[in-house]
């Protein structure tokens, strides 16, 4: 958690990210910002100030063998 003070309050912030790789995730901007956005929303389904790469996120979807 980053904290800043601003206007004599401290605010609090918190970053999550989604990570997508060309090309292992996607050769083009669309299928990139798909693949990184997908990752986002499960960065931000495990919690607070994460990091999920599309890779890490393809790993969890595909069916293990």
């Known amino acids: 958690t980053l904290e800043v ?3 004599g ?3 609090r912030t918190t ?3 989604g990570v ?3 090309p292992a995730q996607g050769d083009d901007a669309t299928a ?3 693949a990184a956005d997908r990752a986002l929303y499960q960065a931000k389904h495990n ?3 994460r990091v999920v790469t599309a890779g890490q996120l393809a790993a969890l ?3 293990q063998a």
């Open 61 to 63: 979807e595909s069916p």
């Open 20 to 22: 997508a790789g060309c």
């Open 9 to 11: 309050r401290i605010v």
């Open 32 to 34: 990139l910002f798909q």
């Open 47 to 49: 919690g607070r100030n």
């Open 15 to 17: 970053a999550s990210f």
């Open 5 to 7: 003070e601003h206007g």
